[in-house]
Structures are given as C-alpha cells and as structure tokens.
T-cell receptor, first 116, second 111 residues
Framework: GAVVSQHPSRVICKSGTSVKIECRSLDFQATTMFWYRQFPKQSLMLMATSNEGSKATYEQGVEKDKFLINHASLTLSTLTVTSAHPEDSSFYIC????????????FGQGTRLTVV | GESVGLHLPTLSVQEGDNSIINCAYSNSASDYFIWYKQESGKGPQFIIDIRSNMDKRQGQRVTVLLNKTVKHLSLQIAATQPGDSAVYFCAENQGAQKLVFGQGTRLTINP
C-alpha cells in the first residue's frame, strides 16, 4: 500500500524558535498534501491544503505566516512552525493524496511537537 | 458551520463481543464517508468507506451503515479483539475532496 512518512516523529523546541516537519510519499507521487493539527483527545483539524508548485490554501483561522508550507515536489511537503509558542504544542499529521478522490489520501504517522 | 460529530466519546466492550460506533453528520450534500482508526501516537488508518448511494457496506469484521434520512453513520466491528482498541473517527467528504473529521470515539476492548 501507499506509504506516507513524516519526520521527525517527535520534536521538542524552545519557545521562539522554528521547527520544520517533513511529509514524504515514499512510493507514489502525491498531487495534493494536507496538513492537520490534533490536540489531545480531540479530532483532526485541517490546517491547509497544498499542491505541488503552488501556494498552499489555508483554512480559516490558520495563520499562513506562522505555519509555512512548502510543496516543492510531488513527494515532499514541509510544514514550518515559525516562532513557536507553547500553545503550538500539538500532534501534526500530514496526508498525501494520489489522485483527486478523498479515498486516495494516505496519512503519515504524525509528529508530536512540544514547545517549552 | 456544519460538522461531523460522534454520539459517544468512549465505548467499552468485552473481547469477542460486537461493537457499534455512531456518527452524526449535518451536511446533507456530503456524498462520501470514511471510517478511520487511530492508535495512540499514530496517524489515522483507513478502515472502510461508503458512498451516499449505498446504505451498507461490509469489510472484514467491519460493516458501515449509512442512514441518509437521519444523517447517521455507524461502524460495526464484529468479534472484537484487543487490537481493536483505538480511537475511531468518521470523516465526511465536504466538497473539494476535503475531509472533515468527527470528534472520535475511544473504543476499549476488555479482556
């Protein structure tokens, strides 16, 4: 099956620093990648949708200057949390989609970000 | 705004019993639904899906039922096993192929 890999799986950073999370589709080319945030005991909330070579589309309430998304190739998207604060601590999950159908989206294993 | 939600946040069943996890959705235009399983510290794992032109779909030990009249979705897991313990989410395709997730139900299988 299609594999999506996120790196790192866990990261701890100091308040005010930036951290980059990578999302790679290992055995397929992803037309679209999605970034989600999940707080403890809550659901996944879509942050943004990115297509290779174009600017990401952010959901309402998500600061694009704080959560920088780069989708430079069909197999890699990155999420950079800039000037991180403790309230940014969360579980970040990406998904990569092969085609255009929702059923063709595969999820990464997530990245646990802790800002201290 | 419209959202997908779940009736029960937690559910405990005895190993070997059947479990039913429910989901209510409010967007009558949604045409596609997916159930995901999420284990602790991991990303969601696809279980089963169903399109709005169906009312039932079966997989291995799982069945999804869709009632469009009352906008209700359920996931039935037969003969539950310890490995079924996880959080289960329903997700709704809300246009532009974006998935909106419900709040989740934590299923615990008791030995």
């Amino acid at each position: 099956g299609a594999v999506v890999s996120q790196h790192p799986s866990r990261v701890i950073c100091k308040s005010g620093t930036s951290v980059k999370i990578e999302c790679r589709s290992l055995d397929f080319q992803a037309t679209t990648m999605f970034w989600y945030r999940q707080f403890p005991k809550q659901s996944l909330m879509l942050m943004a949708t990115s297509n290779e070579g174009s600017k990401a589309t952010y959901e309402q309430g998500v600061e694009k200057d704080k959560f920088l998304i780069n989708h430079a190739s069909l197999t890699l998207s990155t999420l950079t949390v800039t000037s991180a604060h403790p309230e940014d601590s969360s579980f970040y999950i990406c998904s990569a989609r092969i085609g255009t159908a929702a059923s063709e989206a595969f999820f990464g294993q997530g990245t646990r970000l802790t800002v201290v | 705004g419209e959202s997908v939600g779940l009736h029960l946040p937690t559910l405990s069943v005895q190993e070997g019993d059947n479990s039913i996890i429910n989901c209510a959705y409010s967007n009558s235009a949604s045409d596609y639904f997916i159930w995901y399983k999420q284990e602790s510290g991991k990303g969601p794992q696809f279980i089963i899906d169903i399109r709005s032109n169906m009312d039932k779909r079966q997989g291995q030990r799982v069945t999804v039922l869709l009632n469009k009249t009352v906008k209700h979705l359920s996931l039935q897991i037969a003969a539950t096993q310890p490995g079924d313990s996880a959080v289960y989410f329903c997700a709704e395709n809300q246009g532009a192929q974006k998935l909106v997730f419900g709040q989740g139900t934590r299923l615990t299988i008791n030995p």
